[in-house]
């Protein structure tokens, strides 16, 4: 498993085991909730979560593997409200917690919020909102 | 054009052996490490003479190592007024690669801690006595 797969791993598994979790974003069809990473499916109909790298990967200033990632996670919904209440839930689920990650990886500093994001996006005719913000992912693996 | 044989800190490892207790190597999460060799000079130009000269008396060294603090079981063995044997083996360890060695007595260690970052610590010290293992030794 790469980095970026275990970070994407480590945010869904501390989103999914917050106690707050929305039941707005329960597939009932698949019984998965929708948090994605990088891409939606297609047929995938908002609410949902996801997240993207944005910038940084391997620090590499001491002999341990260093990572300081930025990933943006956002919740996308057709309503405003709605995205605006998945974004205070990744707040809550993910600013200053620490994340289970697979592959060695563990956070050494807490996950720290940076900038806030919002868009919104027309497509096909129906207003789509994204709402959350930039989170700094740091963390260290003491197994390489 | 960049030196084929350019040298970096990607092997580099320093072991410390505290009197009465058992080697343990001190970079593992090492960000920066420092030695300086220093010789001490008397000034002897005679009066009527217009260029200094000067003559060497007695050499020393210090360094200096800083890590990120991991609550490092070891950290104990590194705090000021210990004494120990520090070896410098700046490509690694391994039969015939290079290696300097010392009595080393720890002065100063330091702690920075950042709220959002992570604490790193400096651990300096100076070489007491002469080098036991002198630059251009090998490890057996």
Redesign the interface.
């Known amino acids: 498993m790469n980095q970026l797969q275990a970070i994407y791993t480590g945010i869904r598994s501390r989103l999914l085991s917050d106690g707050a979790l929305p039941e707005i974003l329960l597939d009932v069809s698949q019984s998965e909730y929708k948090i994605f990473a990088n891409a939606a499916p297609g047929d995938n109909l908002a609410p949902y979560i996801i997240m993207n790298q944005i910038y940084g990967g391997q620090i590499n200033t001491c002999p341990v593997d260093m990572l300081d990632n930025v990933v943006r996670v956002v919740g996308v919904s057709t309503d405003g409200d709605e995205a605006e209440t998945l974004a205070q839930f990744i707040h809550m689920a993910l600013h200053r917690n620490n994340l289970q990650m697979p592959g060695g990886w563990s956070t050494y500093i807490p996950v720290k919020e940076l900038n806030g994001f919002y868009e919104q996006m027309t497509i096909q005719g129906v207003q789509y909102h994204a709402h959350g913000a930039y989170y700094r992912i740091r963390a260290n693996n003491l197994e390489n | 054009m960049a030196a084929l044989d350019r040298r970096t800190g ?1 092997a580099h490892v320093v072991r410390f052996t505290p009197q009465g207790g058992s080697a343990q190597v001190i ?5 920066k490490f420092n030695d300086n060799r220093k010789l001490d000079t008397v000034d002897v130009t005679a009066g009527s003479e217009t260029s200094r000269t000067s003559k060497p008396t007695v050499e020393g060294m210090d360094f200096s190592l800083s ?2 603090g ?1 609550n490092q079981s070891w950290l104990v063995n590194v705090l000021p007024r210990v004494q120990g044997v520090l070896e410098i083996m700046e490509d690694g360890i391994g039969v015939g690669l290079p290696i300097v060695e010392f009595t080393a007595l720890l002065t100063d260690f330091s702690r920075n801690v950042a709220f ?3 604490v790193e610590i400096e651990i300096k010290g100076m070489r007491q006595g002469a080098m036991s293992k002198e630059v251009g030794s090998v490890q057996a």
């Open positions: 990607g970079t593992a999460d090492y960000t890590i990120y991991a959002d970052g992570a």
